[in-house]
Every structure is written in structure tokens, then in C-alpha cells.
């Protein structure tokens, strides 16, 4: 092991790429209560995990094939094969190819596919062949299990099958293996460390040196069933027990285009596919509520029905957009959440999102406090307890107004609006400094796209973002779930509503968007 350290920090400083094998790391990007802190903070400390040179660890970037394999290389501690490429991990990848972890044509000893994204499949592969080389699954019993087992190559039954007899993959939230999926970089030390304890390296968290699940499951999982009334406590949503809450999921597109997408099955689609959040735009103009109350109110009641059902926490959002100022028709506003909040008063799946997007000649002091002020007092009054989400100018990115001069009163959130094509680093920073100076945030709305709705995708970009929200505790829903061909959209034009969906059905975003509601689930899985 004390060889092993030397030659890791060899290449370290030769590549400066990754900076020490820190004995006690706690990366500055893994706070304490990350739903993989455990698992990361003892791999680190073990030697096993190094993190990037500025002392972060970057647990929702996608691991790449390289880094997959050296972090297991360290954990059986293979010896690296010198030889002639420059690639950093070239030495362990030449070892894990004539250790029989991979073929050559999976991963090319040239090196091309070291840096991209290892794929479930192989990465399961290599994860057993290093770490549980003799584990076998039985095909009929294993294969029950994967609901996507069809997409599954032959070459990989072995190790997948092997994987799930031995409880390294327990399948997701919904049954599936996702085969041909990234993962995580938290995802990636999540089941490693699950096979290093099948394989002893590790304690299981039977014996008492292991430490307690609570600290792995952090912030808690699930829906409405497992989490009951939300409240927020400093800048952080928590459930009805006072422990941290994430919600992740999808907004609808508008109701009157594409309302076909939030019917009982879509609805179910999305929750099964690990999200535990559904936000349901009225749009107010644009042929939306005002023009149609009656037909509106009854599809959104049927979206909040279907969402409630499936114990996803549900967005009534008040869809403000073309009528940037919310004292415009704030009237019905309050008339329709009025309404709501006594239909649903003692429900605790709904959260109020009083105004979309404030845009236009408008201010937060004279137009949209007053506004949310307002409206609070007739939501609060038939349900006290709930929360909402409140908008602010420049299409809800001003939190740092709105943090001048927030509500009186508990459980309101401030909405932040992002599309990863337009906005970057400077808005990030708006958002990390507001939540550390303790506003309670709430993404309600944001895209892959740019911020019209289309151009990209860009993965990259809304990697980096929702990086920063995971490291913040930050809640969110991605827009929009529809079909339409616009590249925010996160279904392929022409997708049945009503179907099952398989990741054929899923745009570039959506795919995206998909894999990552339910990370900490997905965990299990790989
Ligand atoms: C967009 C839709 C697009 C529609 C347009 C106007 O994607 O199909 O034609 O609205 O209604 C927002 C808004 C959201 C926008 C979205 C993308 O809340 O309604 O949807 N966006 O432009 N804010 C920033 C971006």
C-alpha cells in the first residue's frame, strides 16, 4: 500500500492531474450530509480516491473510463505496466488490460475512449473482474430483476448477473439497469464501495466499525409518503422530520400545448424513472388560465391528482411569462390559489409558485413583494404549512434582490431560473452566495437548452450546474416534459404520451435530466 501511495503521488506531480492520496479527505465539494459522503470520505481516507488538483472531488461529473479504472486499480491494488504512452493512466490501464478487467476493444490501449464516460455495462464488468472475480448469478433468477434487461449485451450477462446475486447493484427506483448510461463519479464510488465490503475489503455496515446509515443517506430519498409536510429550515427545504430534502423532477411544458404530457401515465413514466417532483405550468397568457379558467383548472387539478398518486411533491405554477408583471392579474391569482389551497389544504404534496417569471418594467419592492405578500395571506390562511416559491425580476434570476428584502414568515423559497446554454459562471456564483448568506433557493425552472428553449444541448454546461446545485442542498425541475421539437424538450417529437417510456423515447436532454433525478437511488444500481 505504502508503494502503491509513492507511485500515485509520482504520477501526480508528473501530471498534475490529480493532487495527493489524502489519508483523511474530506473534498470541499462533499459536504458532510452528501448522500456519498461515507462511502467517499473512507475511500479517500484508504487511499483509494485522490480528487482534482483545487481540492474538489466533483461527485456529479460523469466518471470517465480512466478514472474508473484507477480508482479500482488503487483498491486491488494492481501494479501499473510502464510503458510508452503519455496518457496519465496508461501504466494502470495496460495493467487492467492484461489482468483481464477489459479487452482491447472495449477500451483501446491507444487511448481514445480513456477520457470519455465508462458505460454502466463495462464499468460492471471491470468492477467485478478486479474486485469479485469468483461471484456468479444464476441467469433465470438475475435476469427477473432488470427491467431493461433486453438492452443488455450477451457479452456482459456474467457480470451483471453476478453483480446482482451478490447485491453490489440493487436496481433503481424503477427496476432498471440502464445499461449503456454514464455515471456518476459519487454514482461510481457508491458501488465500488459496496464491492469492496462484499469482498472484505471494507466493513459492511453490519459491524460496528462501519459507520450508520444515517450519515450515508443524506439528504432523505423519496416522495411525499417517506418525507410528509416540507419546511425550511435556514436555506434548506427539509422534510417533515427537519432533515434535508432534495426534490428533483420535471416541469410540464404549458398546459394548453402540450397538457397531453402531464395524463396520469406520463406522470407515472416520470416516477418511475426516479423523480420525486412534477411542477404543472399554467401559462396565465397565451391561451392559457385567463383565456380558459374552467378547462385549465381542471387539467391542472388532474396533473396535481396524477402527481399526488404517484407520491411526487407537485408545483402549482402560476405561469407568468409574456405578462411580466405579477399585479397584472393579481386578482385571479388570488382567486385560483384560493381555490387551490383549500382543495388541497391538507394535502402535503403541494408546493405554490405564486409567479413564474417577473419580467419587464417591474421591481421587487413595488410590484412583486406586495404581490407575494399577498397571495401568501390567502394561501396561508386555508393551509398554513405549505410552501412557496416565490418569483423575482429578470425572469427569476434576482435572488440577490429579492435577498434584500425577503417575506416575513416561514417556508417561503426564492425561485432561481437557469438555462445552461445562456447562463454560466457569474450567475452560479449568485446562487452560491446567496444560499451560503442563508436564502432559501428553489430552481423551479431550468434547461439544457439556451434560454429560449432550444440550441445545444449542453451537457457539459448543466453538468457544471447541477453540480453546484447537488453541493447546495438545491431542489429543482428541469423543462420541460413534452415532446415538442425544441431541444429543452426532454422527449423525442412524436412520443406516445401514454406509452411505456424506454430510453428510445428520451431526447438528448431528457436523457440527461433522466439519469439524474435520483442519484442517490441510481447509486444502487452503478
Ligand atoms: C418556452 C417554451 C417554448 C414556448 C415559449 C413561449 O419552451 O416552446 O414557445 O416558452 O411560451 C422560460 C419560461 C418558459 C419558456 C422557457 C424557454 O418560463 O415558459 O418556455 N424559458 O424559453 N424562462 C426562461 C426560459
Not at 256 to 262: A, E, P
Not at 320 to 326: A, F, W, Y
Amino acid at each position: 500500500m505504502k508503494a502503491l501511495k509513492i507511485r500515485l503521488f509520482a504520477i501526480t506531480v508528473l501530471f498534475g492531474l490529480l493532487l495527493t492520496v489524502s489519508v483523511s479527505a474530506t473534498f470541499r465539494d462533499v459536504p458532510e450530509n452528501h448522500w456519498c459522503a461515507q462511502a467517499i470520505d473512507d475511500m479517500a481516507a484508504r487511499g483509494f480516491l485522490a480528487g482534482y488538483a483545487d481540492g474538489a472531488f466533483r461527485p456529479a461529473n460523469p466518471v470517465t473510463a480512466a478514472q474508473f479504472v484507477t480508482i479500482l486499480s488503487r483498491c486491488a491494488e494492481l501494479e501499473p505496466v510502464p510503458g510508452e504512452e503519455t496518457h496519465w493512466a496508461a501504466d494502470t490501464m495496460r495493467a487492467a488490460l492484461r489482468a483481464g478487467w477489459y479487452d482491447w476493444d472495449e477500451l483501446p490501449p491507444s487511448g481514445e475512449r480513456f477520457d470519455l464516460p465508462i458505460p454502466r455495462f463495462l464499468a460492471v464488468k471491470i468492477l467485478m473482474k478486479a474486485l469479485l472475480p469468483d461471484m456468479r448469478g444464476d441467469y433465470l433468477t438475475e435476469s427477473q430483476k432488470i427491467k431493461d434487461f433486453q438492452l443488455l449485451d450477451g457479452r456482459y450477462y456474467e457480470s451483471v448477473l453476478a453483480a446482482y446475486s451478490g447485491g453490489v447493484l440493487l436496481g433503481d427506483a424503477s427496476g432498471c439497469f440502464r445499461p449503456n448510461d454514464g455515471l456518476s463519479r459519487a454514482a461510481a464510488c457508491a458501488v465500488i464501495y459496496r464491492a469492496l465490503q462484499k469482498a472484505s475489503v471494507v466493513p459492511t455496515p453490519d459491524d460496528e466499525t462501519a459507520p450508520q446509515p444515517e450519515s450515508v443517506v443524506s439528504p432523505a430519498r423519496g416522495g411525499v409518503a417517506e418525507n410528509g409536510w416540507l419546511q425550511v429550515k435556514g436555506a434548506q427545504l427539509c422534510n417533515e422530520a427537519g432533515k434535508a430534502v432534495v426534490l428533483h423532477g420535471m416541469s410540464s411544458h404549458g398546459l394548453q400545448w402540450y397538457g397531453q404530457f402531464t395524463s396520469a401515465e406520463a406522470i407515472c413514466n416520470t416516477a418511475a424513472w426516479g423523480a420525486n417532483l412534477f411542477r404543472v405550468a399554467m401559462y396565465t397568457a397565451e391561451g392559457g388560465y385567463l383565456n380558459n379558467p374552467k378547462e385549465t383548472r381542471e387539467k391542472v387539478i388532474a396533473a396535481a391528482d396524477a402527481a399526488i398518486a404517484n407520491n411526487l411533491y407537485v408545483i402549482f405554477d402560476w405561469h407568468i411569462l409574456s405578462d411580466g408583471n405579477p399585479m397584472s392579474h393579481q386578482d385571479e391569482a388570488a382567486a385560483f390559489f384560493a381555490d387551490m389551497s383549500e382543495r388541497y389544504r391538507d394535502c402535503p404534496a403541494v408546493l405554490y409558485e405564486i409567479c413564474n417569471e417577473p419580467n419587464g418594467n417591474i421591481t421587487w419592492e413595488r410590484d412583486i413583494k406586495p404581490y407575494a405578500e399577498k397571495i401568501a395571506g390567502v394561501i396561508r390562511e386555508r393551509s398554513p404549512r405549505a410552501v412557496i416559491l416565490i418569483g423575482n425580476s429578470t425572469w427569476s434570476q434576482d435572488i440577490h434582490i429579492a435577498a434584500k428584502s425577503p417575506l416575513e414568515g416561514d417556508n417561503f423559497m426564492y425561485t432561481f431560473h437557469f438555462y445552461a446554454g445562456t447562463h454560466g459562471e457569474s450567475l452560479r456564483q449568485r446562487l452560491r452566495d446567496a444560499v451560503s448568506n442563508g436564502l432559501p433557493v428553489f430552481v423551479s425552472e431550468w434547461g439544457t437548452s439556451q434560454a429560449d428553449g432550444s440550441g445545444g444541448v449542453y451537457l457539459e454546461e448543466s453538468a457544471a450546474w447541477l453540480e453546484l446545485l447537488d453541493e447546495l442542498g438545491v431542489s429543482w425541475a428541469n423543462w420541460s416534459l413534452c415532446d415538442k421539437n425544441e431541444t429543452s424538450a426532454a422527449l423525442r417529437p412524436g412520443t406516445a404520451p401514454d406509452a411505456v417510456w424506454t430510453e428510445n423515447d428520451l431526447s438528448e436532454s431528457g436523457a440527461f435530466v433522466f439519469a439524474r433525478f435520483a442519484e442517490s437511488e441510481r447509486s444502487e444500481s452503478a
